[in-house]
DNA sequence: GCACAGTACGAAAACGATTTCGCTAATTAT
DNA sequence: ATAATTAGCGAAATCGTTTTCGTACTGTGC
């Protein structure tokens, strides 16, 4: 029932080469047919068929991104990226394709890769494994991994800048006076989270305090993780004066688990974020924060993917992004305590 | 280099019909090389491809979910959605894809159905415009509007009730004592707020209340337009003691403006929300609302398109689903305040 | 008038799967 | 033993584009 290339040539007198030709630029057509050919193609409503084009030409102008739904937060994070990435793919004539995929189908994305459903992808963190890099790299398909710094000189990634994000956010926290200050991030043992607790250590040292492995405790993506930590710094009994969070919305888990118990956010204790999302900023004090450049990261992976699609790439990208503190109002020097 | 049905069938001499026939399960194919075809496919780590698989059978088992970028916040109320539909789709071996399209693409969603990369469309409220429908319509493509109720019988639609819902909200909070119930919604005169406006007013004068005019201010879809309906609010010499917002991000702002200005929620004000959005639980007081049951509606979406797709629908459907009152702590009886 | 270049078009071969149809060989019925 | 059926496979058409290659025709230079 749609309207394909040979009812255009049909009602012209003409080929479908030709017909083809005139619509995609080719020069040896005269200017009266392609003009022609262009005003029926819109009259007529027509609209190349994507498999028929993509079949012969081999490749879809498509990158996919994969979000699974039980980890609801990752849209909070990847709302920010996504419009960064979306205005770059625009200006390169590709189009970003977010893949919902059921929690329990593991593999999907390399079927997606292998069925040529999209020219490259990129790996959010939450969402792949070695096997996923060996087969895409033996494949050679394009792919970037977001949010991870992997160790393997083969792959390309985009990564923000967690050790100094921490290391600066816990210098903020001195320079405002505090001296016991906890830290809270994921247990496991991945390039991002010893990132970040080598930042906070290193503040720590280089501004002659002393660790004290009581003010650090394990949270985890999901946000009410937070409940737990700041419990077990509230129950010390020489009691952080500032909280450092590994996101924010952990963060604003804390501010609320403090309030709940009865202390004052800023006043009591000031709590720090990390990554910059909308949710910190709609709550009451805003939070503050080590914000990611989030469609930053969208357009480098974008680009850094489309490189590889284009094979004009010598070595795998891999890049570290800067953090940037923002302040708002969740944090206060020791000294309003008083 | 990316191996085909080809392949296989070189390297077990056989024909790619063959193949395909083993590999799809058709009845003319005897159990040994059937068995034979699928395990060296596997080993072989075979795909089919996407495009050529479209090509030939006309249909891709896609639906389509349209997201512009400019508004973040619908991602909030979409999640919840989402993992309905994924959940759905799956079961009926359909993939759920989200087009990420620039702002200043209008008609890429009919390009998108033109081309065939789906076989359906959901159409989210922001998203659409009479044209959309009316092409859409014209090439008998399955679509179902998700948030609205189209005034046109030939639509399908899933909208939740939002009448009951504004009803029962301004009821509840008539239960509580309340007695000065202030109401903000979005000014357009849409069916969705026409049917929360009424809701309100319904409850009202069957509770022989008064409407005052000076209660109901316009909200928008962005978050912050609650800070200055809850200014208009407070400015009043009778001012109300509960607000009720057409959406919990609104509801949210609302809470924190109040907060800011020096009241205390639910304490003075009580604050209602609307949706049950996850940012309305990540905040302290958690925002009673009427929440909408998300999940749900991304189900009955896809089965409907699902319908369509499969051709055997009779009718349009046009569904209205329950909303739920959910109660949390933004709420207080109207006595606690003395 | 002839060779030659250039212009504008069409025929046909891909792209990789699905599916119809026909054919052989083996099995069953008569 | 012959006819009829069936099981198992292959040839080839098809889906709608893109792109290569060939060709007819026009115009130019000598």
Redesign the interface.
């Known amino acids: ?2 309207i394909k290339i040979h009812d255009i040539a049909k009602h012209l007198n003409l080929s479908n080469s030709t017909v083809s030709k005139a619509l995609n630029g080719y020069d040896d057509v005269s200017m009266t047919t392609r003009e022609l050919v262009m005003k029926t193609a819109v009259e007529m ?1 027509y ?9 012969r030409r081999g490749r ?1 102008d498509k990158i996919g991104l994969f ?1 699974n ?2 980890v ?2 990752v ?2 994070y990847l ?2 990226i ?2 960064g ?3 770059t793919a ?1 200006g390169l004539s590709k ?8 929690d329990n ?1 593991p593999n999907q994305l ?3 890769c ?4 999209i020219d490259g992808v990129i790996l959010f963190s939450t969402h792949y494994d070695q096997n996923t890099i060996d087969t895409l790299l033996a ?2 398909f394009p792919f970037v991994v977001m949010g991870r710094a992997i160790q393997d000189e083969r792959v390309s990634y985009v990564v923000p800048d967690y050790y100094t994000g921490s290391y600066q956010a816990t210098q903020y926290l001195i320079d405002l006076g505090h001296r016991r200050i906890a830290f809270t991030t994921r247990p496991e043992l991945t390039t991002a989270n010893e990132a970040r607790f080598k930042g906070y250590m290193d503040a720590l040292v280089d501004a002659g305090l002393e660790y004290d492995e009581a003010l650090v405790a394990p949270t985890f993506i999901e ?1 009410d993780s937070g409940v737990q930590a700041t419990k077990q710094f509230t129950s010390l009994d020489k009691q952080p004066t500032a909280i450092c969070a590994f996101h924010d ?1 952990v963060a ?2 804390v ?2 688990t403090l ?2 118990l009865g202390y004052r956010v800023p006043d009591d204790v000031s709590v720090m974020g990390f990554d910059g999302l ?2 910190g900023l ?3 004090p805003q939070i503050t924060t080590m914000a990611q450049p989030l469609p930053l990261i969208g357009q480098r992976v974008i680009e850094i993917v489309n490189q590889q699609i284009d094979n004009d790439v010598a070595m795998p990208i891999q890049e570290t992004v800067p953090v940037e503190l923002v302040t708002r109002q969740s944090t206060a020097t020791i000294l309003q305590r008083c």
């Open positions: 029932m749609t409503g609209q190349p068929s994507a498999a028929a084009r993509n079949l879809t979000l739904t039980s609801e937060y849209v909070d709302s920010g996504i419009s990435a979306v205005m625009q189009n970003l394709l977010i893949y919902t995929i059921a189908n390399l079927k997606v292998r069925a040529g459903e494949d050679n946000p919305l604003v888990n501010m609320n309030t709940k909308r949710s709609m709550i009451h």
